[in-house]
């Protein structure tokens, strides 16, 4: 008798996405076992026995995973397919590496920097999951100086246009010029243009945004538009 898991985690070995978006492709209807639609949460499967497809196609536990680091250049999606044919994260790596990765988390079209990529949806689960409080931290050119007080604001958690209140930042002024503001913030959460929402809440425009550390995992001097994979050491640190 195979391993019994959860539908979701089932999805996640198989590296078609990570758990929580596994549960979306499961609620879109999207996935059969067996030839039956299954749209509840929680149905378990086991490992050799049953058959899962997903959108029509089988789909088995991978048999290497793999762990990318990218820097997405800004123009780019943070999904493996867009609906308007933009340019997508995965056309980056898909000529080198033949296994299907998948984005961890994302990136907004107009930001660029460290974007971690994988075929482990459990390693993404971790990363992806607020439970786990990963810091993220970016480097945002704003539109003109920022003042102390919207600095404590910000350190102490603003409240967003939807009524998000987010956590305490750390926020530090780097460099000031020209009538702008470069400005290094450091946040756990990852709502949708969180970072800058959280400066349009203090009545600031962010010109540029790039992400240069996960969880103390650092972009470095990695190039717009490269990637590499990464050391044992960083897999073990974001895990």
């Known amino acids: ?24 492709l499961i609620s879109d209807g999207e996935v059969f076992v067996n030839g039956k639609k299954v749209t509840e949460q929680g149905i378990k499967v086991e490992i050799g026995a049953d058959k899962v497809t997903v959108s029509g196609k089988p789909i088995k536990p991978v048999q290497k995973n793999y762990y990318i680091m990218l820097n997405k250049p ?7 397919k867009d609906q308007f044919d933009r340019p997508a994260v995965t056309d980056l790596t898909k000529d080198e590496i033949k296994a299907r990765l998948f984005p961890v988390g994302r990136l907004d079209y107009d930001t660029e920097g460290l974007l971690l990529m994988t075929n482990d949806g459990d390693f993404a689960y971790k990363i992806t999951h607020p439970k786990h409080n990963v810091e993220k931290t970016y480097i945002a050119v704003l539109n003109r100086g920022i003042t102390a007080a919207a600095l404590n604001k910000l350190r102490r958690g603003v409240t967003l246009s939807d009524g998000f209140v987010t956590s305490p930042a ?6 000031a010029k020209s009538g702008q503001s470069i400005v290094k913030i450091t946040i756990h959460e990852g ?10 809440s203090v009545g600031l425009k962010v010109d540029s945004l790039k992400r240069i550390s996960i969880s103390g995992v650092e972009l470095g001097n990695l190039p717009v538009g490269r990637w590499r994979h990464l050391t044992s050491h960083e897999i073990s640190k974001l895990k």
Do not use: H
Not at 170 to 175: H, K, L, M, P, R
Not at 191 to 200: D, I, L
């Open 1 to 24: 008798m195979g391993e019994i898991v959860r539908l979701q985690k089932y999805i996640a070995m198989c590296g078609i996405a990570s758990r929580r978006a596994g549960e979306k």
């Open 74 to 80: 800004i123009g780019y999606v943070s999904t493996a």
């Open 170 to 175: 750390e926020v530090s002024i780097i460099d």
């Open 191 to 200: 709502k949708n243009r969180q970072v800058r929402r959280m400066f349009e």
